[in-house]
């Protein structure tokens, strides 16, 4: 099977679409899904080294010094192209110029449609868009979304919770649940005492963590607010907050007016493949607060690594979060969640148990298994356009 997939995102540009699109597709290759990515060109990142990524001319996005825009002009002229590599389907990721781009593409192929609906983007919008009023935004991401969603074949969604949410938008078109898997070979290892000393961390100091795009939907200020609370308990708690993003200045200001410089650090983007297993490695637990989620593939990456995991149960979160393997739900508050951080932290054992149950837990979240599913989504969509052309063919005589 040939598919082409198109994002407005990926790597160097580091977030949970471009981690999700290169888990899928190393993990299709095993089920003879061969995939081609369209993507725009990051011109510091210099040459593309896989042949399967088609890079397009990109420009800057206005206020959003991480992301491009890619050219449809660029796009259209790589048609020829396409045409001769006889893909089978379309596969949308992100639904800026990557979506309008990909349904031209599969209408001029004449093959089916598909997108990933990654971002729960009605509480995502107010936050950059200020001083339109909120409800007002909310109902133009969800008209939006419905008008894009009915114009596709369909609709793969990370968790139950948007599945429903997408069904309350009034999207019409077939909804699949469908993860992000954890491609196991790329989660063990790591370093404790290698990064505490390298960040000059004392072995006895209790860590918190934070992994993810430093954005305001993330909700980080009630991760500061609550690392406040747990001071009281544990005098040098520490919280790590890893990655970047357009919160980092109000963040920092917010950590400083509460007088924690010492209890809260900001280290940046690490290399995900490396140094960032080592930071994993070195939490004591790793606590994450946002509520806007699809999904929370980080809570599985860190559960991979034996860190367990304290977080709010909010949309896409609560499919990892609903067992309680290796993880614990917090409270909506930052007295709530700071008082189960400290108990948890008073249990050695107890949190040593928890983090092996993590790691177990999430190697029941396999990448392969979900490409696979994909796969079949992918030959179900295929067989559903060729039927009705089937039907049309003539009957031999």
């Given at each position: 099977?040939n598919?082409?997939?198109?994002?407005?995102?990926?790597?160097?540009r580091?977030?949970?679409?471009?981690?999700?699109?290169?888990?899928?597709?190393r993990?299709?290759?095993g089920?003879?899904?061969?995939?081609?990515?369209?993507?725009?060109?990051?011109?510091?990142?210099?040459?593309?080294?896989?042949?399967?990524?088609?890079r397009?001319?990109?420009?800057?996005?206005?206020?959003?010094?991480?992301?491009?825009?890619?050219?449809?002009?660029?796009?259209?002229?790589?048609?020829p192209?396409?045409?001769?590599?006889?893909?089978?389907?379309?596969?949308?990721?992100?639904?800026?110029?990557?979506?309008y781009?990909?349904?031209?593409?599969?209408?001029?192929?004449?093959?089916?449609?598909?997108?990933?609906?990654?971002?729960?983007?009605?509480?995502?919008?107010?936050?950059?868009?200020?001083?339109?009023?909120?409800?007002?935004?909310?109902?133009?991401?969800?008209?939006?979304?419905?008008?894009?969603?009915?114009?596709?074949d369909?609709?793969?969604?990370?968790?139950?919770?948007?599945?429903?949410?997408?069904?309350?938008?009034?999207?019409?078109?077939?909804?699949?649940v469908?993860?992000?898997?954890?491609p196991?070979?790329?989660?063990?290892?790591?370093?404790?005492?290698?990064?505490?000393?390298?960040?000059?961390?004392?072995?006895?100091r209790?860590?918190?963590?934070?992994?993810?795009?430093?954005?305001?939907?993330?909700?980080?200020?009630?991760?500061?607010?609550?690392?406040?609370?747990?001071?009281?308990?544990?005098?040098s708690?520490?919280l790590?907050?890893?990655?970047?993003?357009?919160?980092?200045?109000?963040?920092?200001?917010?950590?400083?007016?509460?007088?924690?410089?010492?209890?809260?650090?900001?280290?940046?983007?690490?290399?995900?493949?490396?140094?960032?297993?080592?930071?994993?490695?070195?939490?004591?637990?790793?606590?994450?607060?946002?509520?806007?989620?699809?999904?929370?593939?980080?809570?599985?990456?860190?559960?991979?690594?034996?860190?367990?995991?304290?977080?709010l149960?909010?949309?896409?979160?609560c499919d990892?979060?609903?067992?309680?393997?290796?993880?614990?739900?917090?409270?909506?508050?930052?007295?709530?969640?700071?008082?189960l951080?400290?108990?948890?932290?008073?249990?050695?054992?107890?949190?040593?148990?928890?983090?092996?149950?993590?790691?177990?837990?999430?190697?029941?979240?396999?990448?392969?298994?979900?490409?696979?599913?994909?796969?079949?989504?992918?030959?179900?969509?295929?067989?559903?356009?060729?039927?009705?052309?089937?039907?049309?063919?003539?009957?031999?005589?």
């Amino acid at each position: 099977m040939n598919v082409l997939m198109i994002s407005d995102v990926y790597f160097p540009r580091i977030n949970g679409v471009s981690t999700s699109i290169e888990t899928f597709r190393r993990a299709l290759d095993g089920h003879g899904v061969r995939s081609t990515l369209i993507a725009p060109d990051y011109p510091a990142a210099g040459a593309e080294t896989d042949a399967r990524v088609l890079r397009i001319a990109s420009r800057e996005v206005p206020l959003d010094p991480e992301d491009r825009m890619m050219r449809r002009t660029a796009i259209r002229a790589a048609l020829p192209r396409l045409h001769a590599e006889h893909f089978e389907l379309v596969h949308i990721h992100t639904p800026f110029v990557a979506h309008y781009a990909g349904l031209e593409i599969a209408r001029a192929l004449g093959i089916p449609c598909v997108a990933t609906y990654h971002t729960f983007f009605e509480e995502y919008l107010f936050h950059y868009v200020p001083g339109v009023p909120r409800a007002w935004l909310k109902g133009l991401a969800r008209h939006f979304s419905r008008r894009q969603c009915n114009a596709l074949d369909a609709v793969i969604v990370p968790s139950r919770a948007m599945e429903a949410a997408l069904g309350r938008y009034g999207v019409t078109r077939p909804l699949y649940v469908l993860p992000t898997g954890i491609p196991p070979a790329q989660f063990h290892g790591g370093e404790s005492s290698y990064f505490r000393q390298r960040y000059d961390i004392g072995k006895e100091r209790k860590v918190l963590l934070f992994v993810g795009r430093v954005a305001h939907e993330k909700n980080i200020a009630f991760l500061i607010d609550m690392v406040d609370a747990v001071r009281r308990t544990e005098p040098s708690v520490l919280l790590l907050i890893t990655g970047e993003g357009p919160a980092l200045p109000g963040l920092r200001a917010h950590a400083e007016r509460r007088g924690l410089a010492e209890h809260v650090r900001f280290l940046g983007y690490l290399d995900r493949h490396s140094e960032l297993h080592d930071c994993y490695r070195a939490a004591d637990l790793f606590v994450f607060a946002s509520r806007t989620e699809t999904q929370g593939l980080v809570l599985l990456e860190a559960m991979a690594l034996g860190t367990p995991v304290v977080a709010l149960a909010a949309m896409g979160t609560c499919d990892i979060l609903g067992p309680q393997r290796g993880c614990r739900i917090a409270p909506d508050d930052a007295a709530g969640f700071a008082h189960l951080v400290c108990d948890l932290l008073a249990d050695t054992a107890g949190l040593r148990a928890l983090g092996e149950q993590a790691r177990e837990y999430a190697g029941s979240w396999g990448a392969a298994e979900m490409a696979r599913r994909l796969a079949r989504l992918y030959e179900r969509c295929i067989d559903a356009a060729a039927a009705p052309l089937a039907a049309q063919r003539p009957v031999a005589p």
